[in-house]
């Protein structure tokens, strides 16, 4: 079975929320708990199966821009396991930020299992080892501390934001009170949408005139 992801609700000090957006009031579903911080990067949202693949649109259609992830799953699916699936960002074409020296093509973010649970982030760094895939820079670890969380410094030329999930593992019922982002003001700044433009690859921290294979 296929899955849609859900929309992250924004932080309430989220600047680029617009009034479409999911908005949490407070954070006080996170009080007292450990949470994980990464940067949230510009891509495609991007979920791999054993057997599958598909975008935020479960009925994703081509698209040159996915061809590398979609060989990425061809290499590692079979390691996958029935009904699991790895939920992460396709980053192979530039939308709004143009990355220099990103580690690969696919971060992943979150592991789910056939119970349709989220697995804690120690579990889904293990399991990404394993596979040899990363993940987005991590900004912060720890019991959840808003007055320290809003003081995070971020780049807002070169980066688009952060997503706070807590550490532990969670249903995907609970993603709402589990899982939400901040991102810039604007953080859309391209006046095409990147679909329709022509694909400019992003590049590697590895690249030395070829593209990254699609191993992880």
């Given at each position: 079975m296929k899955f849609?992801?859900?929309r992250t609700p924004h932080l309430p000090w989220s600047p680029g929320a617009s009034s479409d957006d999911i908005h949490h009031k407070h954070s006080d579903h996170f009080v007292g708990k450990q949470v994980i911080i990464t940067e949230k990067m510009d891509g495609e949202n991007t979920t791999l199966y054993r057997n599958a693949i598909h975008a935020r649109s479960l009925d994703s259609r081509y698209h040159s821009s996915r061809a590398w992830v979609k060989a990425l799953q061809a290499r590692i699916g079979y390691q996958i396991p029935e009904n699991w699936r790895i939920?992460?960002?396709n980053l192979f074409a530039q939308h709004?930020?143009?990355y220099q020296a990103l580690e690969s093509y696919f971060l992943a973010f979150s592991i789910w299992n056939a119970q349709n649970i989220c697995l804690a982030w120690d579990e889904t760094i293990e399991i990404c080892n394993q596979l040899g895939l990363s993940t987005p820079a991590l900004l912060y670890q720890g019991i959840w501390c808003e007055k320290s969380i809003?003081?995070?410094?971020?780049n807002t030329q070169q980066q688009e934001?952060?997503?706070v999930r807590i550490a532990?593992?969670?249903?995907?019922?609970?993603?709402s009170t589990r899982v939400a982002?901040?991102?810039?003001?604007n953080h859309?700044?391209?006046?095409?949408?990147?679909?329709?433009?022509?694909?400019?690859p992003n590049q590697l921290a590895s690249q030395s005139g070829k593209k990254e294979e699609p191993n992880g």
């Open positions: 849609k992801y859900p939920c992460g960002e709004s930020i143009a809003r003081t995070l410094v971020i934001g952060y997503v532990d593992r969670f249903h995907f019922d609970d993603f982002k901040w991102v810039r003001t859309v700044m391209t006046n095409q949408h990147w679909m329709h433009s022509e694909v400019v």
